[in-house]
């Protein structure tokens, strides 16, 4: 049996993005080692073909590490741009007039196709039209049936199949395309443990992703239309985490808006019990130098201090020079923030009051519990992750040990904060529940001789949603004599 290595030492999550500079074995075994708990597969780029070898480095690592490993597979989603020009690229010339049609024929200074007719039927005068990541503004004057008719507020060069961002307007697009279902059907096949939905506008975009999933794997809202903010709460309702993707969130927003859209969002899930992760250009300038600027470290450092449950690393692990350098220093970040003693009061802003459930009021009272009696940590058994979620949302001052019978579960719990999962037999009694906490607290280092712990399950056992017990004992310290198991 592989012997189990120490739980990280911070709660926060690590979410590392593989890509070209972190796609072998040997680099994302080093990764984790790094400090990342989880991994993201990003569909946008590469074939299918080329994932199948990553996701089968990744789950390597269960047997050399003794750990469950969590991978997300993100949805590239529905991508707007523009067709292309004469001679490939042209410039827009600030206060001229510009038309988007449905003309085929290469573009110039005047004019150029979009192909994409649903915004020819949502579009209204005075929205804005952002091109090749927000660097160039149009407004729009007026709209038919195939032509919108626009001014060029902010010119510039704009060559072929740039991006468009629809800011201002709800444009009614299915939230998957053909390659989306396909990434999809594909990360189920391979057995991933989280899917990303981009750019969700409305609670609706979840439904057909949630049905072609069928609860193989958990669904992920990735928040970064200002539409979904909109709606924000019901979307968190409907989907199983979020993310905060700041990146096209400030494309689509002027850029001192996303740092309380932030704050926001992460405060929405909390409060609704769903992981929540901040990704994007968090140490952008680690792709290229081996440590971070100033600023990006305070960066991630309020995002811990909000209480996220994951922090991601994008192109700094995936394409940059400095990968592993990347990881460490996230690792180092939370740790260094976690230690400060005012973490605790910190991510308590957030007020997460427990809904009027036996299940709520366990797991407030647990946190209260091991800050009375200074427990080590709580154990929870749990079989679809519920309980552990509602635990890990009061954000207790000491480790969440989850012991669940479904590696599934397990592995889905890698981006919940402060947890350790530990794929294990289920109990049969109450004896054997506290001797298999006191055990398991042992073997995984969380808990030493004379520590208390305390204890959260349902009775009776293998009953999914029956969380009606709490219990404290004593570590002694001789639970693993004799066991072999």
């Known amino acids: 049996m592989t012997k189990a290595i120490s739980p990280r030492s911070r709660k926060v999550r690590v979410l590392a993005t593989l890509g070209p500079a972190s796609s072998t074995a040997e680099m994302i075994g080093k990764l984790f080692e790094a400090g990342a708990d989880a991994f993201r597969v990003n ?49 827009l010339v600030t206060g001229s007039t510009f038309t988007l049609d449905r003309d085929k024929t290469p573009g110039d200074a005047t004019r150029v196709e979009l192909p994409h007719r649903e915004i020819f039927e949502a579009i209204e005068p005075g929205a804005r039209l952002l091109l090749d990541d927000g660097k160039l503004v149009l407004r729009v004057e007026r709209h038919e049936e195939a032509k919108i008719v626009t001014t060029v507020v902010v010119g510039g060069a704009l060559s072929n199949n740039k991006g468009l961002n629809v800011p201002d307007v709800v444009v009614p697009m299915a939230a998957l ?31 057909e ?43 689509e927003l002027p850029p001192e808006s996303v740092p309380p859209l932030q704050k926001r969002i992460v405060e929405t ?33 309020t995002a811990v201090y909000d209480g996220a ?8 692990s995936a394409a940059g020079a400095w990968p592993i350098e990347s990881v460490a220093m996230m690792n180092s970040i939370g740790e260094a923030v976690e230690r400060d003693p005012m973490h605790g009061d910190r991510i308590h802003f957030t007020v997460t009051r427990p809904d009027p459930t036996t299940a709520d ?70 004896e054997d529940m506290v001797a298999k906490a006191k055990r398991m607290a042992l073997r995984h280092n969380i808990a030493k001789a004379g520590d208390r712990v305390i204890i959260i399950a349902g009775v009776p056992f293998r009953t999914p949603g029956s969380t009606n017990v709490l219990h404290v004992v004593r570590v002694l310290g001789d639970e693993l004599k004799g066991y072999g198991g």
């Open 43 to 91: 569909m946008s780029h590469g074939d299918q073909q080329s994932k199948i070898a990553v996701i089968q480095a990744i789950r390597s690592l269960e047997k050399k590490y003794g750990r469950p490993t969590t991978i997300l597979a993100d949805l590239q989603g529905p991508k707007l741009r523009v067709g292309k020009f004469d001679g490939g690229k042209t410039v």
């Open 177 to 207: 395309t053909e390659k989306d279902r396909s990434d999809l059907a594909f990360a189920i096949e391979q057995g991933v443990d989280w899917i990303a939905l981009s750019f969700v506008q409305r609670p609706e975009d979840l439904a």
């Open 209 to 251: 992703a949630r049905k072609l999933i069928q609860g193989k794997a958990a669904l992920l809202a990735k928040i970064e239309k200002p539409s979904a903010i909109d709606r924000l709460e019901e979307i968190v309702e409907q989907c199983d985490g979020v993310m905060v993707a700041r990146g096209d969130l400030g494309v």
């Open 269 to 301: 899930a909390r409060r609704l019990g769903r992981p929540v992760i901040v990704a994007t250009q968090m140490l952008e300038s680690m792709i290229t130098a081996p440590t971070p600027t100033r600023a990006e470290v305070s960066d991630v450092a």
């Open 309 to 316: 449950d994951a922090i991601m690393l994008s192109a700094e």
């Open 361 to 430: 009021a366990l797991a407030e009272s647990a946190k209260n519990i091991a800050a009375t009696v200074t427990a080590a940590a709580i154990i929870c058994f749990t079989s679809s992750g519920s309980t552990a979620r509602r635990v890990a949302r009061e954000r207790p001052s000491v480790p969440l040990l989850v012991l669940t019978p479904k590696l599934e579960t397990a592995r889905r719990l890698g981006l919940l904060w402060g947890t350790h999962a530990v794929h294990t037999r289920d109990v049969e009694s109450f």
